[in-house]
């Protein structure tokens, strides 16, 4: 009996020991799944970034040719000066000229702030692509991380599930039926060592000639408060 009770000792740690794995061996996708989802984000942002620098530069660009057109009927229309016939022709001219003359700067003035918000905006997506590199980086080594765990995870659960089988080999079926049955009602802890005379998970003091018999490891006995099979693990 005695020897029994140590193996249901051992199963049970090693049934915490495999439950515990699994509950990592799930976490485990979840986190790669997060850290990616992170790094899309933030690819995002940079995208976005870019996108909006592209539209700067096309608005950019439609107003130079805007400036050029301008630029030309300028010209065009200072030459004609020289040629209108009447007065008021001149005049109205002189207008067009006065016009044009102020469209021309209001555009360049335009094109001035476009060009500090590109260099902003190129400013702003070299820094965040630095820092999507250097989170990719981060990202790949920390799955790379979280692969391994899952695979020295799986050798350790194949390790413990064949120490458990041989343990249920060895041991006792009516044993073992109540030790399953305890383990599914007591959230997983079915047996308890006993420290001197007291149940070591609620603390109930037990009588003093059921401590011995423990001790002795002689008779089967279970916790009056909670229920689990309480063992001796010896000195
Ligand atoms: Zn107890």
Redesign the pocket.
């Known amino acids: 009996m005695k020897e029994e009770f140590r193996s249901l000792l051992i199963l049970q740690e090693a049934d915490r020991a495999i439950q515990g794995a699994h509950v990592r061996q799930n976490q485990i996708p979840q986190e790669i799944l997060s850290l990616q989802e992170d790094l899309g984000t933030h690819e995002r942002i940079l995208e976005e970034e870019k996108e909006e620098f592209r539209e700067t530069e096309k608005r950019r660009r439609r107003l130079e040719m805007d400036l050029a057109t301008l630029t030309e009927t300028l010209k065009k229309h200072q030459t004609q000066l020289h040629t209108v016939k009447t007065n008021k022709e001149y005049t109205a001219l002189l207008h067009e000229i006065e016009e044009e003359k102020k469209k021309i700067s209001d555009i360049e003035e335009d094109i001035l702030i476009l060009i500090d918000e590109t260099d902003e905006r190129m400013k702003r997506i070299g820094e965040k692509e630095k820092m999507v590199e250097e989170k990719r980086q981060g990202t790949d080594e920390n799955q790379r991380n979280l692969e391994k765990e899952k695979s020295s995870l799986e050798k350790h659960l194949q390790k413990r599930e064949d120490e458990r089988k041989q343990i249920l080999a060895r041991m006792d079926g009516s044993l073992l039926t109540q030790y399953k049955r305890i383990l599914k009602g007591r959230q997983g802890i079915a047996i308890?060592a006993i420290q001197g005379a007291v149940?070591e998970?609620?603390f109930?003091a037990l009588p003093p000639q059921v401590a011995v018999e423990i001790r002795m490891g002689e008779k089967l006995h279970v916790?009056e408060?909670?229920g689990?099979i309480l063992v001796w693990k010896g000195d």
């Open positions: 308890v149940c998970e609620c109930t916790c408060n909670c689990r």
